[in-house]
């Protein structure tokens, strides 16, 4: 009878250790939390379900309870008999309690812990930044069955691996209006995102108001620009949802816009600068010998140390090639006179200038590498950018910044806007355990941010270049190290992504839109079929040399529509790496692919004389329905022929050829799937 | 040989002829022009595209060219070289010349003359407004072949009917952030409407940043109201496109939201007044015998007379009943008093104090129809809105306003929020011809006003209810009486719905994004095809009393998704109606619709139980599937038997059923199939 009762209880257990690893998977929770633990049960969320906050509340945190709220109800459909939450209620669905109001500053408590019940959901935290954390997780864990939606049983324990948390968003190249950064900032709050590094001036525009000196608007932004009261308010949306705002005025290069209102401070005599609207690197750069070029920088950095309250401000420092530098005789009399032996000795000595301007006005500085100079004080923040194609190992100058004591945020890696997918940037570490550094270097690198630079981006695409990569990224940012399981971060985001819609993103909803303006009218399935197998080119090869698109130029191409990570591409591939390790077990779905993709290829005809816009995406549909034709035919023969080998061949290099500023994304699938069937056949 | 030479010329006269109505036809136009004339030829879209603007134009139509531009090129992917009007050059692709700057008042001159040739395109205009007229008409006939896009060889002259051409939007039952406001005003400008009436305040909010009075958006707006930098944000950017802003705040009665600030100036002693969260027509009303009642006014309407530069400013007015008014023996006692026989004369006193305010203030005074007092100064401006549901005949106030000699304004028939199908609006004529109005009495119809009442909407949603209907309606007010084909009309409503998301209107892509929230990602084709045979019930059925929906329920449901002028009901009905008149020519379509249902419906089966959302659902697909399934029997089989007559009345009970908020679109033409297969086969 015992032994029975043994092995009774023993299954049970093993019965709960399966659901609760069954339950684990199915978390849909990105960020994945520190510690999370699988109880019994589960909370139902229905019309009574209430919110109570504890007495020492903000409004900061009944505001994020009461958009949690809306959401919830959004989702669930559910009508909720209170709309807003309570202070007094005894028994609430949801309560929570905080320590404290937490401050908008590095290293804030972020932490919270969650227990959620059959009987109601608590969240303590030490701070209301923490909660609204919680919050998020809360609604990630949101469950539907047959019959009503309920939060899981769980116990949360949860803290950011890195304090600096960041995304950057370029809005000189193309000027993004208040709502596409409001929802961007909504979405940043969703994974836990705490930095909103805005790039306010480069080259193409110069982005905020002036107070001080108009003619930096007026004549630099193409009447594109943040009044102070509208940054305020992006200042004030961030902070209700705990993320810091970091201002980027990006000198002493990067300066055409500035110099169009002021040619007089830019390094070359008598020069006409112009609003730059082509993408690269420029000569226009500020003269770092005029006083009058100090006087302003100082007028400019107070209005932003009075808008912007976080201590750092961001100051660019990168890309200075220095040419107008070279040709500029007084320049060189300059740097002769004060033993300033290379341009890179003239940018610190205007680098140590500005810091003291900044100094001054009680804020640190923050610059991208270049800017780490013997002379500069360690007290500068050091942005790691550099990698592989500027010649740098990623994240050297992260290492080396931390081993000179500077703090230090990593870029690398998390450069968006070159269409990688995601696993590219998912396994970046800014801190791997390969950096070999000290407990108290380490200490000194901050965390990372995602950068999205804007040369072709427009509000109607930059969502759909950010997300949902970017909640990957954040993960890194946030998550333990060990959290690297690619399969599991897959199926997680492909849940966040759609989920990220409610908070009004349009990174899905907007490549239809694209689609029906290039369809005329006509049905548009088939286009969209053929963008789940293609990329728009990688890197910066679309836009070759930055001369190809200006700033006006059309972004709303097919090369628009597609992203990086195709679907269909990522599941072909996984079926042909099962075809190569057991032969013939997926060949089917293998063919089955292929044939749609010649059905597609029969549908998108129907288009072909229909409008200009379709004849180049008609060459990549037309490759990859030749190619698939092809498999199709040796798929089902015995061994493969010379005549096959050139057919191959040629009709690969065809796939290959990009059109339209398009990829075919299964290239190199095909290439892998043809050489297996080469070496087993021949 | 005369002979053939003639019938030779008779041939290519009947030949253009023919082209020229083939074209007229294919001009996607809305509003459609007063006169256009087709040519021979076009003038093609090139790279090399340019526009000029005569040397008196204005910073409002360089912006609106810039616009162009941009949008020319987003639809037709072509690179210009130039992103920006010039004022110089000597042969533009496109050459503006206007008389003088438009001003923003009533009856400004908005007219404009289009020429189209090989060679270029020429717009002049009186006003630089009539020239932004024009750049929509141009933008609109963008034609694409095989290889290029072009602009077809036309002469238009074209000038409004109406002088007054507006949607009102009501931001007050839910707040509708700034860009919402913004990318109407965009389609509002697309479609040739010139009036904004902005409904600030109502029950649910007051929803307008007071200067004077702060208590009033603290404590009326839930935090949800305009600063007046974003009013004038909003005026600044509705006149950049010729667009006229009218402000109303509502009273004496939906004034719930103001008396939660100010209990003090309501008709019902100690009171507790708070923010309406249903809809509805409620008591809380302000006190007409209490002088501070007029300070408050007096202090609002001055604010809002800087902020707005409109000389007209809607006091609303509607639905008092008075009944707070009743309950208070000091009313009373002044109703007594000052020989005021009824409420209806309390709120005239009430009416004409506010109008001396406004004099003062030197506005004009618009309000809704019950304003329209024997007493009433005919300066006031009539805003006609109740019809057959309150028991007048539609458009009755204002036929009798203008016998009166008041200016007025319809809104009667234009109420969009009714969940309408676009004939039903597009036939209401402000001034048919039976109006049997003098020449005078006529002049007094300004126009009319599409109403845009927000109970049910959110910015997820609020897009698909003005658009495209509004477009329609837009023609009724711009175009000549004539031009009423529906059939035409329903065939450029198309076209410019999915040309009109290039402004970021979200009438099309949101509703994808519902039904993925409902899918909870599973695929979502199967909800839409169902979406094209349902429809939100109609009417205010959908919020029986009011009382199903508060402002902070969910409105991401399929009824959300939902809209009217389902397309497959109306491809249905055609089909059936053909099928009646010659029998059998259609069956075939009919069967394969039906037959599509069926199918529709075992797809949506795969939901079934992954969701609580999709029950409901189900049940209309289902009932779908039933019927269709029968009349898939009986339109094979000889006559129709007792036992199909039961059985149908049964299967089109359920067809006829509400689920979810919807009903299935199609339930009158089952009726009417069946009675003529009853009546043929019996």
């Known amino acids: 009878m015992k032994k029975i009762r043994i092995t009774l209880l023993l299954l049970i257990f093993i019965q709960s250790i399966i659901a609760q690893s069954t339950n684990h998977n199915s978390y849909n929770l990105m960020p994945w939390p520190k ?6 049960g589960m909370y139902i969320i229905k019309e009574d379900f209430t919110i109570s906050l504890s007495e020492n509340s903000t409004n900061r945190l009944y505001d994020a309870a009461t958009r949690f709220l809306r959401r919830l109800s959004g989702r669930t459909g559910v009508f909720f008999e209170e709309g807003f939450p309570q202070n007094t209620e005894n028994t609430p669905s949801l309560m929570i309690k905080i320590d404290r109001v937490g401050e908008l500053k590095l290293n804030e408590d972020e932490s919270y812990k969650m227990t959620i019940s059959n009987t109601g959901v608590q969240i303590n935290s030490v701070t209301d930044i923490g909660a609204l954390r919680g ?33 950057m968003i370029d809005v000189a190249r193309h000027y993004q209006p208040l709502d596409v950064i409001k929802r961007n900032l909504d979405a940043m709050a969703a994974v836990k995102l705490n930095v909103f590094h805005w790039h306010l001036t480069d080259d193409q525009g110069f982005r905020m108001e002036s107070k001080s000196h108009p003619k930096l608007h007026e004549l630099g932004s193409d009447g594109q620009y943040y009044t102070h009261e509208e940054i305020r308010d992006i200042i004030r949306y961030a902070g209700e949802r705990g993320i810091r705002v970091i201002p980027e005025l990006d000198v002493p290069g ?27 690197v420029f000569d226009p750069t500020l003269d770092p010998t005029n006083e009058k070029t100090y006087e302003l920088l100082s007028d400019i950095f107070t209005e932003v140390a009075q808008l912007f309250p976080d201590p750092y401000v961001h100051i660019g420092g990168d890309e200075n090639e220095g040419k107008h530098w070279d040709e500029n005789p007084k320049i060189q009399d300059f740097k002769k006179k004060n033993a300033l032996a290379s341009n890179h000795d003239l940018q610190t000595h205007f680098n140590l200038r500005l810091q003291k301007i900044l100094q001054k006005l009680n804020k640190k500085l923050v610059g991208w ?6 002379n500069m004080p360690t007290t500068a923040v050091i942005h790691s950018w550099r990698g592989v194609e500027e010649g740098l190992q990623p994240g050297e100058s992260l290492i080396k910044a931390a081993k000179k004591g500077h703090y230090s945020i990593l870029s690398t890696g998390y450069y968006i806007d070159r269409m990688h997918d995601i696993t590219h940037h998912y396994l970046v570490d800014p801190l791997p355990k390969s950096s070999n550094l000290s407990k108290d270097e380490r200490k000194k690198i901050l965390g990372g941010e995602v950068t999205m630079w804007g040369e072709l981006v427009t509000p109607l695409t930059i969502d759909s270049r950010i997300w949902p990569r970017t909640a990957a990224i954040a993960e890194r940012f946030w998550s333990q190290a060990s959290v690297t399981d690619l399969d599991h971060m897959r199926k997680r985001l492909s849940v966040l992504s759609f989920r990220l819609e409610e908070l009004g993103l349009t990174h899905l909803k907007n490549r239809n839109v694209i689609l029906r303006n290039i369809a005329n009218g006509y049905d548009t399935d088939a286009l969209m079929k053929l963008t789940q197998v293609c990329q728009p080119l990688q890197k910066y090869s679309r836009n070759k040399g930055g001369t190809e698109y200006k ?12 992203t990086t990570d195709s679907p ?22 293998i063919e089955s692919m292929l044939f749609e993709w ?28 030749d190619i698939s034709a092809f498999f199709l035919r040796i798929l089902d023969q015995e061994g493969v022929s010379k005549v096959d080998i050139n057919e191959f061949n040629r009709l690969i290099n065809n796939v290959k050829a990009p059109h339209a500023d398009v990829e075919i994304a299964v290239s190199e699938t095909f290439v892998k799937l043809f050489d297996h069937l080469k070496k087993n056949e021949l």
Chains 1, 2 share one sequence.
């Open 35 to 40: 510690e999370i633990t699988s109880g019994q």
């Open 369 to 374: 590498e270049e800017i780490m100079t013997p």
């Open 254 to 280: 990067h300066a055409s816009a500035l110099l169009t209102a002021y040619p007089e401070l830019g390094s070359k005599e008598n020069q006409v600068y112009t609003i730059e609207r082509y993408a690269g």
């Open 551 to 562: 700033s006006y130029s059309p972004f709303t191409l097919f090369a628009d529509a597609c």
């Open 598 to 625: 010649k059905e597609n290829h029969e549908e998108l005809l129907v288009l072909r004389g229909k409008t200009p816009l379709v004849s180049e995406i008609l060459k990549l549909s037309s490759g990859l329905n």
């Open 568 to 589: 269909d591409a990522y599941q072909f591939e996984s079926l042909v790496n099962e075809f190569i390790s057991s032969p013939k077990s997926s060949q089917k779905g």
């Open 135 to 167: 919050l998020e997780t809360l609604l990630q864990l949101t469950t539907a069955d047959n019959s009503f939606f309920y939060f899981p049983s769980v116990t949360i324990e949860d803290t950011p691996r890195f304090a600096w948390r960041g995304l």
